[in-house]
């Protein structure tokens, strides 16, 4: 498999395996399946992992596959979803996270930590019940004066190698966290046809993947591609059951453009959504949300197939499904 350099990171796989699907938020699997998925992404040439408490078990199951013996050659990360907490709690939070995904994963460090939630400006309201906007965003006074300090502790430590960002929140403030220093050394963006967010868009304004991409470049700050296939919109068919509202749902009506496209490609949308993906410029590694061995082959074919062409990236683009 190509790598890529992510940021100070160094070389990864331009694929990347990740949690959710092993933990089975994306879909019914069973464990020993997850484990099998897991062995047989390291087999074909995997070497980033990405883990979550929030991702079910994820990261217990991670802890059986490796039972602590992690092969040398593959990185880690986990995160910290820390919301709004009072300032004097944001360290304890983060710690007490961290340790127990270390404790879950029998690890004694991660390679990378990231900062799970939203990131916003202190007076920042959000469209879509601002009322929660604690629980699932954290301002940007807890981010540059509690969430750093406390992650650059941890960093020297020696229980992570280096802190991280999800770049769902506020793309202003996201961008605005990629220039700042200290500075992430990665950011997971939004990396799909549609450039869209889903269900992970709570603010008004438009989601500015490839701004944010761009940002986090001129930056020197690595790009995890997340949401390859926008959690199932970008496929041949939605896997879960969703309500005829939901923004997956919506998502996927709207890409029907994209699956005739595909028909007549002869590709399957899966295969062809994450290769778009991985031909975007900017973007090092392209997280997978794979449940199973079959949709990882599907993953790995793409991988092999390579970036899409000049004119092949047009067609898609020129269907207009951009938000």
Request: glycine letters at 10%.
């Amino acid at each position: 498999m190509k790598t890529n350099a992510l940021g100070p990171l160094g070389q990864v796989s331009r694929l990347t395996l990740g949690g959710g699907g092993i933990g089975h938020i994306w879909g019914p699997s069973s464990r020993e399946e997850s484990i099998a998925t897991i062995h047989a992404a390291l087999d074909g040439g995997i070497d980033l992992l990405d883990t979550a408490p929030m991702y079910g078990d994820c990261e217990a199951i991670v802890g059986e596959t490796f039972n602590g013996k992690l092969p040398a050659h593959v990185r880690i990360t986990t995160k910290c979803f820390l919301g709004s907490p009072a300032a004097g709690e944001v360290e304890e939070k983060l710690t007490q996270s961290l340790d127990a995904s270390l404790v879950a994963m029998k690890l004694n460090r991660v390679d990378v930590l990231f900062l799970h939630s939203n990131i916003c400006e202190d007076d920042y309201a959000y469209a879509v019940r601002p009322e929660l906007r604690a629980s699932f965003a954290t301002a940007w006074s807890l981010y540059a004066n509690r969430f750093i300090p406390a992650a650059e502790k941890l960093k020297a430590q020696g229980k992570i190698g280096m802190w991280a960002i999800t770049g769902t929140g506020v793309p202003a403030t996201i961008m605005r966290a990629l220039a700042h220093t200290p500075k992430p050394a990665i950011v997971q963006a939004m990396t799909n046809l549609m450039d869209s967010a889903g269900a992970l868009r709570r603010y008004a304004e438009p989601a500015q993947p490839r701004a944010i991409i761009a940002k986090a470049k001129e930056n020197g700050v690595g790009v995890m591609g997340i949401r390859a296939v926008q959690a199932g919109a970008l496929t041949a068919q939605i896997d879960r059951n969703l309500s005829q509202n939901h923004p997956e749902t919506k998502d996927y009506d709207r890409a029907a453009p994209f699956r005739e496209l595909c028909r007549r490609m002869g590709q399957d949308p899966a295969i062809l959504a994450h290769r778009y993906a991985m031909s975007m410029e900017g973007v090092d590694t392209v997280v997978l949300g794979v449940k199973n061995r079959t949709e990882l082959a599907q993953c790995l074919e793409g991988e092999r197939q390579g970036v899409l062409t000049v004119d092949e990236m047009k067609a898609i683009d020129d269907l207009g499904l951009r938000v």
